[in-house]
């Protein structure tokens, strides 16, 4: 994959994150907490396996990952600075 279609990614992410905020921030911080958290505790297990027993696991999977956990931090920096 190229290196433009992590932006749009990120930016479906975002949107979708931010959509959310806008619609109720209670349960958009906990699906925030919920999914970044999972995304980077697969991250983790994920890199720790690769150090132990390297695979063929692509780059762009862990790429992906970082955008998954990026996305609702920058959704939530987005809805405090515009909402308060």
Do not use: H, Q
Request: charged content about 10%; glycine content about 4%.
């Amino acid at each position: 994959m190229n290196k433009s279609r992590w932006v749009e990614v990120l930016l479906v992410e975002v949107i979708m994150y931010f959509l959310l905020w806008l619609y109720d921030d209670y349960l958009a911080t906990i699906l925030s907490l919920i999914f970044g958290s999972m995304c980077l505790l697969v991250l983790i297990i994920s890199i720790i396996v690769e150090l132990i027993e390297p695979s063929k696991v692509p780059r762009w999977y862990f790429t992906t990952m970082i955008v998954s956990i990026l996305a609702p931090l920058i959704a939530i920096g987005i809805f405090i600075v515009i909402g308060g």
